[in-house]
Structures are given as C-alpha cells and as structure tokens.
C-alpha cells in the first residue's frame, strides 16, 4: 500500500467482507487501525457469556486472534497470513457492554509476525492479555 489513504479504503473493503464471516457473527467492529496497531470493539451481550455470567473464554480468544490478525494484515496487506501460535491469559472477568481490544505488531520478519494484544471492560480495566504468531503462507 502506498497511502495511508489506501490502506484505510483497503481496510474498509476487507471489513466489509468480514461481516458475512465469524467476525461479522461475533459482532466485531473496526475502531481505528494503521500499520501498526489496531482497535477493535465488541458490545459483549447474553449471548456472549458463559453459564456463570461472564464473557466466554472462546469469545475473548476469538477476538484477540481477529484484532492481531488485522494488525497483520494492515502491516502486510498484499499477503496471506494465519495464526499458527495463540496465547491467551485471563486476568479478570468482564461482563455484558462493550470490550475494547487493542493489538500491536511486536515483531516481524519475511515469513513471521508477533503481534500482542489486550482486551479492556467498560470502566477500561484490564480482563485479558494475549500473544499470536502468524506465518506468511505462500
């Protein structure tokens, strides 16, 4: 990508097409993103929790693996990238309103991208932290 103009219509496009994927399903959204770092936000409803009333594990993995995964590709969108590696810590839980989950590039080079993330409640305490790796695939 040549732009920051580009980049953005790019993401745009890709979001687009994202919501008739498990991204669209959860109800992930786009909240502001460059060739670094990205935001994502969720609003966590019923549906989202566990049968202690608590955000689902698998929703909170799930969206540090769609957030990393879009810091992946908005640093390197002219290739295919898949998560082989995804760590996962749950710190404290977080409940029914919107999540903010924050990801960064750590580290990269030709075939491999590190990329962290967290994932912060409403009042904006912190409820889980995670690390992926993505290879570039031919």
Same mark, same amino acid.
């Given at each position: 990508?040549?732009? =920051?103009?580009?980049?953005?219509?790019? @993401?745009?496009? @890709?979001?687009?097409?994202?919501?008739?994927?498990?991204?669209?399903?959860?109800?992930?959204?786009?909240?502001?993103?460059?060739?670094?770092?990205?935001?994502?936000?969720?609003?966590?409803?019923? %549906? %989202?929790?566990?049968?202690?009333?608590? !955000? %689902?594990? $698998? !929703? &909170?993995?799930? &969206?540090?693996?769609?957030? @990393?995964?879009?810091?992946?590709?908005?640093?390197?969108?002219?290739?295919?990238?898949?998560?082989?590696? &995804? =760590?996962?810590?749950? !710190?404290?839980?977080? %409940?029914? $309103?919107? &999540?903010?989950?924050?990801?960064?590039?750590?580290?990269?080079?030709?075939? @491999?991208?590190?990329?962290?993330?967290?994932?912060?409640?409403?009042?904006?305490?912190?409820?889980?932290?995670?690390?992926?790796?993505?290879?570039?695939?031919?």
């Amino acid at each position: 990508m040549t732009n =920051n103009e580009d980049r953005l219509a790019y @993401m745009s496009r @890709m979001a687009e097409a994202a919501e008739r994927t498990f991204w669209g399903y959860l109800g992930c959204r786009i909240e502001e993103l460059n060739d670094r770092t990205v935001t994502i936000s969720l609003e966590a409803e019923s %549906h %989202h929790l566990n049968l202690i009333g608590i !955000v %689902h594990g $698998g !929703v &909170l993995s799930s &969206l540090l693996d769609n957030a @990393m995964g879009l810091a992946v590709l908005a640093a390197r969108p002219e290739e295919k990238t898949v998560t082989t590696n &995804l =760590n996962v810590n749950f !710190v404290a839980p977080l %409940h029914v $309103g919107k &999540l903010l989950v924050e990801a960064q590039i750590v580290h990269q080079s030709r075939k @491999m991208i590190t990329v962290s993330g967290r994932i912060l409640g409403g009042e904006g305490n912190l409820g889980t932290i995670g690390t992926g790796t993505f290879r570039v695939i031919d």
